[in-house]
């Protein structure tokens, strides 16, 4: 497996799962490696074979949910010729190829009930069967397997062997997601970043700006690690002030601003109620109301600004939908934010 991206970080959460797969991989244990997708599973299960003995061995890995399920069983044990319709020779299963190494299983609550049968069997006995022989091959493999599916919920109602969780979870790395991981976004972000700019050519690396760094720890981040990286390359790749930090990014690459046509606009009564659930804002977050008023017009121009950011970092910096959720048309939107100097 090639490593295309390091071990970043500097959160407590983070850096405890980093440790925890360090220690445990000198073990010649299973191990599972649970967490949300784009949390870097894949590099887990690396560090988890270099780091033991084995690190001279393959490490061989299989996408568990790329396969048809009547593929899987031949992928991971092999199997002879003539086993079935299109077995012309014999071929070699994963297990074997990973003989004194390590086998990374991701995916793994995808597999069959069938896979998970003839899993057990190798892993309690270390022995393995070619579909279509009745010669057991032993193989000494260690199994690393990764989900982001709660295996014991599973096991429960029967669609994860229980006897097959309970010999691959010796040890268990959880691997946090990148919306709890304090100050880490910076971090990745310009990691990300410098390396973007670095494959354009750019002379210089400007850094991030303001805007587009409030937009990223807002985001919650449902793709983790793997969409950061997307995001920050893309907006990296279409910056074009390169003595200026890059300030905008979308998250959404799919957006559109020739969207499909929306529904027809509820009527005044049914928009009145719904007003506050498209955008609310407190007086009291904006103001400070203990505090006394002596020139209205200057609170008046504070509120609105205040309003203003707000509204922007609720949409994420979208102005299309700053000005929905505003009720104002874009072009009053883009008026009000050049007079409260928030074009950037």
């Known amino acids: ?199 354009l050519g750019w002379e210089e690396w400007p850094g991030i700006g303001p805007v587009a760094a409030a937009a990223m720890e807002a985001h919650q981040w449902p793709g983790n690690v793997r969409e950061l990286r997307n995001v920050v390359e893309r907006a990296v790749y279409r910056w074009d002030d390169f003595g200026q930090p890059v300030d905008y990014v979308q998250f959404d690459p799919f957006e559109s601003p020739w969207e499909s046509a929306k529904p027809a606009a509820p009527q005044a009564s049914e928009k009145a109620e719904e007003a506050p659930s498209a955008f609310s804002t407190n007086l009291s977050t904006v103001t400070d109301p203990g505090s006394e008023i002596s020139d209205f017009k200057a609170a008046t121009e504070h509120y609105e600004k205040a309003v203003l950011e707000q509204a922007l970092a609720r949409c994420r910096y979208n102005q299309r939908q700053t000005a929905k959720a505003l009720s104002l048309s874009y072009d009053q939107l883009r008026h009000c934010l050049k007079k409260h100097n928030l074009l950037g």
């Open 1 to 199: 497996m090639e490593q295309k991206n390091q071990f970043i970080g500097q959160s407590g959460a983070f850096l405890d799962a980093v440790e925890r797969a360090s220690r445990a991989a000198p073990m010649r244990r299973p191990v599972l490696v649970v967490g949300e997708r784009g949390t870097g599973k894949e590099l887990i299960a690396e560090r988890l074979h270099r780091l033991s003995e084995r690190w001279g061995e393959p490490l061989v890995t299989m996408n568990c949910a790329a396969l048809p399920e009547t593929l899987i069983e031949a992928e991971l044990f092999g199997h002879e010729a003539g086993a079935f319709t299109g077995a012309t020779k014999s071929r070699v299963g994963r297990f074997e190829e990973a003989d004194k190494g390590t086998l990374f299983l991701d995916e793994l609550g995808t597999l069959s009930m069938a896979a998970q049968e003839r899993l057990l069997r190798a892993v309690e006995y270390g022995e393995v069967t070619r579909i279509g022989s009745s010669r057991p091959i032993s193989v000494d493999v260690r199994i690393v397997g990764a989900t982001n599916e709660n295996l014991p919920i599973m096991a429960e109602k029967g669609i994860f062997r229980a006897d097959l969780l309970d010999r691959l979870c010796f040890e268990v790395v959880t691997l946090p997601p990148l919306r709890v991981r304090e100050g880490d976004i910076e971090v990745l972000a310009d990691y990300f970043g410098r390396r973007m700019a670095s494959e």
